[in-house]
């Protein structure tokens, strides 16, 4: 930044970010990627907030990274180019771009037809959060030292323990617990949760990837994330999952509220529809990383992310899940089994 750079308003400055990303202990390609989105612009940031978005990729060789970074791209393109002012709105609409472009890509090229990503994003404005969730990426929320999943998993083992075939001890190590039932990329329109929280002075927001919670428990990242500066507690659960096999790529991204954010008087700026949205004068480039590799600073600077993957081998490359693969023919076998489940516990309730 230059020497003669406008001071921040002090109202920029109550939050703190970190987020790193790491191709794990076991896998050849690392099909995440993140990035964390904030305007120049004080009236936009007023407006439409800022955005941490992570997304974990699907689809055997290459298709997982072009999914995961196709999607964050196109939300991040979203994001500039809204008019809109309404959190949700904002986060449904990238998302529904990030999922048309994947669709497109994966009809145009035969060896990308499979491939999907999960999508987990937050949107900051003043005391409040919007999240938006689709897929096994985690949002958490860590108020007053106690951690909580604000995201529901959408996944097969997960649909089980909700109807109590399953309990959640035995999920851990089942040998079906990467099927999916919902991502970017499986179908013409996405059906996404979304969520909202307080956002206090204090609090913390971590997204991740099933990368890092698959090794590391709910009460050792909310010990980590409240005890080091974001981008610190990124490389240390990093660190951790690594330390304990690795088995995935793992991608954290934290942002810790230093101060309760002012709550703005917005303008109704929303158009009737989206495609006008695509016109109009430029606006200032936001402040914004693309990465998997690399970490945001603590408080993040007007640089030109690398949106690249770092893909160096760590281990020789062994063979993706099968079931994050075949979106369709797993959808199938899921309806079949869970219609089949829910007979046999009629069945075993009825005597």
Not at 104 to 118: C, I, S, V
Not at 177 to 197: E, K, S
Not at 236 to 249: H, I, M, P, Q, W
Request: proline share 6%; net charge negative; hydrophobic share 35%.
């Amino acid at each position: 930044m230059s020497s003669n750079a406008v001071p921040s308003p002090s109202w920029r400055k109550d939050v703190e970010v970190g987020a790193l990303s790491h191709v794990g202990m076991v896998r050849s390609e690392n099909q995440d990627h993140w990035a964390w989105w904030e305007p120049e612009d004080d009236e936009d940031l007023k407006g439409k907030g800022r955005v941490l978005v992570v997304c974990d990729g699907m689809g055997g060789h290459n298709g997982g990274i072009v999914a995961s970074r196709t999607t964050v791209e196109a939300m991040l393109e979203s994001f500039d180019k809204s008019a809109t002012c309404n959190l949700k709105r904002l986060l449904s609409t990238a998302i529904d771009r990030g999922n048309a472009l994947v669709r497109t890509k994966g009809q145009e090229d035969p060896a990308l037809r499979n491939m999907g990503t999960t999508c987990v994003a937050i949107a900051l404005r003043g005391p409040q959060v919007q999240i938006a969730n689709i897929g096994d990426s985690r949002a958490y929320r860590i108020h007053d030292g106690q951690i909580e999943q604000a995201t529901r998993d959408h996944t097969y083992l997960n649909d089980l323990i909700e109807i109590g075939l399953l309990t959640p001890e035995k999920a851990k190590n089942h040998p079906e617990r990467n099927i999916i039932t919902r991502c970017v990329g499986m179908g013409d329109v996405v059906q996404v949760d979304f969520i909202t929280r307080p956002a206090e002075a204090g609090d913390l927001f971590l997204l991740c990837s099933d990368g890092l919670y698959n090794h590391v428990e709910d009460d050792e990242i909310c010990e980590c994330a409240s005890t080091y500066a974001p981008e610190e507690a990124a490389q240390k659960l990093v660190d951790l999952a690594n330390s304990r096999g690795g088995e995935d790529n793992i991608t954290v991204g934290i942002i810790r509220v230093t101060e309760t954010p002012p709550e703005f008087e917005v303008a109704n700026r929303e158009h009737p529809v989206d495609a006008a949205e695509d016109e109009g004068p430029e606006t200032p480039t936001p402040i914004m990383t693309i990465g998997s590799d690399e970490a945001t600073p603590s408080i993040p600077a007007p640089i030109a992310g690398n949106p690249g993957n770092d893909i160096t081998a760590l281990q020789q490359q062994v063979s993706i899940d099968l079931p994050r693969t075949g979106m369709k023919g797993w959808m199938i076998l899921l309806a079949a089994e869970l219609i089949i489940l829910i007979i046999l516990q009629a069945l075993i309730l009825g005597h």
